[in-house]
C-alpha cells in the first residue's frame, strides 16, 4: 500500500484547507484510514481516523473544525480543515491499516499564519 498526500500549505489564521491521501498498490485490504500531524518540535498524533464502515473519530481538539471523509471509488481520504489557527502548523501525514500492516505516507506541510 502506498499512500500520497496533498493539498497542504500556507493559510492565514480562521482560514480553511482540504488535504486528499490518494492511497494505490494493495486496497482491498484496507480497513482504517487515519490523518496523523506531527508540529514542530513534537510527537505525531492521531487527529482523526475513519473505518471502511464509514465510522469516524476525532481528536478533542479538532472536533467540529476538521472532517474527515472517504471516497472508495477514488481510494482517497479527505481532511476537511477550517477555522485553522497557528496551533494546527504541522506536517499532516496519512495512516492506512490494512491486512495487520501499518502503512505511512510522507506528509503535506500546513503552515497557519496569525
Known amino acids: 500500500v502506498r499512500l500520497m498526500e496533498s493539498g497542504g500549505g500556507l493559510v492565514q489564521a480562521g482560514g480553511s484547507l482540504r488535504l486528499s491521501c490518494a492511497a494505490s498498490g494493495s486496497i482491498s485490504g484496507i480497513n482504517i484510514m487515519a490523518w496523523y500531524r506531527r508540529p514542530p518540535g513534537k510527537d505525531g498524533e492521531r487527529i482523526a481516523q475513519i473505518t471502511s464502515s464509514g465510522t469516524m473519530i476525532y481528536a478533542n481538539y479538532v472536533q467540529g473544525r476538521f472532517t474527515i471523509s472517504r471516497d472508495n471509488a477514488k481510494n482517497t481520504v479527505y481532511l476537511q480543515m477550517t477555522s485553522l489557527t497557528p496551533e494546527d502548523t504541522a506536517l499532516y501525514y496519512c495512516?492506512?491499516?490494512?491486512?495487520?500492516?501499518?502503512?505511512w505516507g510522507q506528509g503535506t506541510r500546513v503552515t497557519v499564519s496569525s
Open positions: 495512516y492506512a491499516s490494512s491486512e495487520g500492516n501499518n502503512y
